[in-house]
């Protein structure tokens, strides 16, 4: 159905089901647990600006899946309907396009000159055989620093502070699951991307992970967000996006491919996390509070665990 701008999917179950809703480039994914698909199962073809094609399957024993095929890039919303076993999905087109602004904006520091890298290595806190991550390393590279902010909106932390607290709890989480952890900086101060990348690449690290946080000129958008690049990051890059969708349960904004420098040279795979936004107040109070960013943390643990 079409109305008011709008595409509205509407899914009918034999009981209450909260749908679950997934975005990776031009495919969003609604998965529907507990749930078989019938025997007769009606998909509508009606023509859209958004939709290309809708199929559904099993994605496993006791979860459904539908499988939205999209024209352009699309925010979207899951209204699960309680008393109606209905769950309505809700596509509109997406409310900025900023990948091009942001890419822009990096490339101002990338020009300038800035102090030596300074990395600092973490060993593993659990050496047991049965540690998840035992013998991995990881790059986790907290975004801006020293004179480069980052963000800034209303009170509370810069950006750069908030990305190097988050970095240094997932880092405990990893190190605790065996992990190596190196972290590209460890103290306010700002790095040229091409040392980054460059010491990313000369590390033998396994993954690498950008944390920052989100901001754009309107205060409605919230939610999360992860870039990547190279294809051979899009496997992890879909993982870990995923893992931040269900640890946080914010709006899913969506796995996308963007040139950002660190993401696009580093050799490994490699991803850029937007978990929230700071120009939404509402996600705005979260990041500052210590409890949220404990849950980004253990959501970037939770989806390194998941890739391996």
């Known amino acids: 159905m079409n109305d008011r701008g709008y595409d509205y999917l509407d899914i009918y179950t034999t009981g209450y089901v909260k749908a679950k809703g997934l975005l990776l480039e031009n495919k969003l994914y609604i998965d529907l647990p507990g749930t078989r698909l019938g025997q007769k199962i009606a998909v ?9 094609g809708v199929t559904v399957g099993q994605k496993d024993a006791q979860t459904a899946r539908l499988t939205i095929t999209l024209k352009r890039t699309i925010d979207y919303d899951i209204v699960n309907v309680f008393g109606r076993d209905k769950s309505v999905i809700e ?12 890419v822009a904006a990096e490339k101002v520091y990338f020009r300038q000159k ?3 890298l300074k990395p600092v ?18 790059v986790l590279d907290p975004g801006h620093g020293g004179d480069d902010p980052g963000a800034q909106c209303g009170g509370g932390w810069p950006e750069k502070e908030l990305t190097l607290d988050t970095a240094r709890r997932a880092a405990d989480l990893l ?31 396994d993954i690498f992970v950008s944390i920052h946080y989100n901001a754009t000129y309107s205060g409605g958008i919230a939610g999360s967000e992860s870039y990547y690049y190279n294809p051979a990051s899009r496997r992890f890059a879909a993982v870990l996006h995923e893992a931040i969708v269900r640890g946080l349960d914010r709006r899913d904004r969506g796995l996308h491919r963007v ?8 050799r490994m795979p490699s991803v850029l996390l ?6 939404n107040r509402d996600e705005h109070a979260l990041i500052n509070s210590a409890a949220f960013r404990e849950k980004v943390a253990a959501a970037i643990a939770q989806g390194v665990s998941n890739y391996f």
């Open 44 to 52: 509508p073809r009606k023509r859209s600006k958004r939709i290309a």
């Open 91 to 102: 596509i509109g087109d997406r409310l900025d396009n900023i990948f091009e602004r942001q």
């Open 114 to 116: 800035a102090r030596a």
């Open 121 to 138: 290595e973490l060993a593993p806190t659990a050496a047991r055989p049965a540690a998840k991550l035992r013998g991995r390393t990881i």
């Open 175 to 205: 190190r605790a699951a065996g992990a190596r952890v190196l972290l590209t900086r460890n103290e306010d101060r700002r790095s040229n991307l091409y040392d980054v990348v460059d010491f990313a690449n000369r590390s033998g690290a």
């Open 259 to 266: 040139g950002f420098y660190t993401v696009r040279n580093v």
């Open 274 to 279: 937007e978990p929230a936004y700071l120009s």
